[in-house]
């Protein structure tokens, strides 16, 4: 008989699980990890999972196997078929389990895959999936447990009912929506014409080759097609979705690409309007635009961590109604559940701007900085943490009026920031900087030069 191969470290990542298939991620490890998911669930009480996979040709499978692994350990699942990750977690909030899995590679490539978990409704991250991998490698094949059932469930209906029961737009629009061949296909179409909208397709087909174009709106790349659609059509305005519709892209009449920084103020004055006096939340990558909108409109700025399970817990933490990230991830927590969504996000959107006559205008009209993209220096794995670590204690950055180091250094400045922060997910040092100006962009960037030229002279920085 063959030993079960070793578990490859590699996949267990700070928010999630994700490698590729099926060299790294295959049935067995599914079905292990579906084991060690169930023996954790035992032990706090959990009786069901939820379990729904993305468009990638190798979900069915995983899901197959990761259910027999529960089952198997005693746990009975929730099975939702091919739903896109939201659908995972409204069914895990409306079905009182808060505990399931999205089997998904979000915007990676095809060959990818992963995991996205929550239990006892919370989401595992750091510390929680690293107890899992612990669990898979010590854990032997369960004896004498009374196996669990499966039941499919279609919450498609319930999910569009629930968002049309609830958000109303002021008129009908046109919009262009383009889901990249993800699973946002699988629901996007019905849920906004559901909402009144006419609505032209792009990439609307669930493919997991992704032909068109990779599935992730953070890159202006892949917004060009539905620029080009908007720009040449009578649509108001267009949404884009990641591979797992977890995320928002946004593009304007006239082609300009509304970043989710932006986005998050128009949410907040929306949301404070009825919860005067909130807290908002936001990670370090956002704009200062966030911080200073949010207090005018009378809210309480909270800056925090990136990573959508950091902000998830302290989202749970705050009871905050509304949070939001850079990457486009961004959590209702009023009038929803708290959980990144970004189908739910661009109905919310389209909500507001319905009641203005021109909806690219009062987008374009957002506040906004002269900033740069993510930047990302390349180095070798366990480098970065170490770089920012040696940066937090010893960086000079004589100019800047306030640093944060929530996580990373963030250099606060009368007119911009810069940031440096090590990527949880990649080994590499994510670089951000924004200025009132051209020339306070480039001012700011120089003294980040010098300070980390300083401590890591071989560096090639990407700036």
Partial sequence: MTSPSPLPDAVFKAYDIRGTVPDQLNPEFA???????????????????????????????????????IMAGGIDTIDVGMVPTPLVYFAAHTRQTGSGVAI??????????????????KTLHG?????????????????????????????????IQRIVSDVKLARPLKIAIDCGNGVGAA???????????????LFCEVDGQFPNHHPDPADPDNLQELIRHVKNSDCDLGLAFDGDADRLGVVTKSGEIIWPDRQLILYAQDVLQRVPGATIIFDVKCSRHVAHAVSKAGGKPLMWQTGHSMIKAKLAETG?????????????????????????????LLEIVSRNADPSAMLEALPQGISTPELKLEMQE??????????????????????????????????????????????????????????????IQAEFRLALQALAPQAFLPF
């Avoid at 954790?40 to 190798?58: E, K, N, P, T």
């Avoid at 999936?129 to 499919?152: D, F, H």
Wanted: hydrophobic residues 40%.
């Fill in 31 to 69: 079905r292990k990890l579906g084991l060690a998911l169930a023996h954790s669930a035992r032990a706090q009480g959990v009786g069901a999972l939820v379990v729904g996979y993305d468009g990638r040709l190798s979900s069915p499978v995983l899901a197959q196997a990761l259910q027999e692994g």
């Fill in 187 to 201: 629901v996007a179409p019905q849920l906004f014409k559901a909402l009144g909208c006419e609505v032209a397709e």
């Fill in 127 to 159: 510390a929680g999936v690293q107890a899992l991998k612990e669990i898979m490698r010590t854990m032997a094949e369960p004896a004498g447990i009374v196996p669990g059932k499966r039941t499919q469930l279609d919450l498609v209906d319930d999910y």
């Fill in 382 to 443: 366990g480098e970065p943490h170490a770089l920012i670590a040696r940066l937090q204690s010893e960086g000079k950055f004589p100019q800047a009026q306030q640093l944060i180091t929530i996580d990373g250094v963030r250099a606060e400045y009368s007119d911009g920031f810069g940031l440096a922060r090590a990527s949880n997910t990649t080994p590499v040092v994510v670089l951000r900087f924004e200025g009132d100006s051209q020339q306070a962009l480039e001012r």
């Fill in 104 to 121: 998904t590679g979000s915007h990676n490539p095809p060959q990818y895959n992963g995991f996205k978990m929550m239990m006892a409704g």
């Fill in 320 to 348: 905050a109604p509304l949070a939001g990230e850079m990457s486009g991830h961004t959590f209702f927590n009023e009038r929803w559940y708290g959980f990144d969504d970004g189908l739910y996000t661009g109905a919310r």
